[in-house]
């Protein structure tokens, strides 16, 4: 059990820390996608287990100077045969809501996609980057690259 909320604490993150580069391919030789980096701590704030698999968890993100600057949530299926995790990613940030999948497991760093998001976020693509920053899992590094 512990080791999946571990596994949740780094991926919130499902679903971001470091650095992460993402490639965009360009429609045309002319055309320039620019893309944008979000980057907070996630910090552990509630998990709930529906069962001995399934579990959501809800954190609030913060800045460098511990100014809160959203919300993200996590709901994920734990396989116990594989110690793998799959992962559905939500956060709530200035602008909308960001969207993302990922796969977790022993590795201490997460990546995901972002598959979309609402307001300033709406058609997003990208990455995401989970690192785990604490021995109890309740602390995680997140970068979200995106283009829209």
Known sequence: MKNRFIVAAIATTAALGGTCAFLVPAA???TSVASHIVSFTS?????HNYSQTVTSQQDKDVNKAGKI???DLLYLVFNPKSQTAKLNFTAVLNGGFVYGVASASSNPVIHGTVTGGTG???GAAGTIVAKNL???GTKTAVTITYHT
């Open 28 to 30: 045309s030789a002319s």
């Open 43 to 47: 910090v552990q704030e509630a998990v």
């Open 69 to 71: 600057v959203g919300f």
């Open 120 to 122: 300033a976020f709406k």
């Open 134 to 136: 604490n021995n109890a």
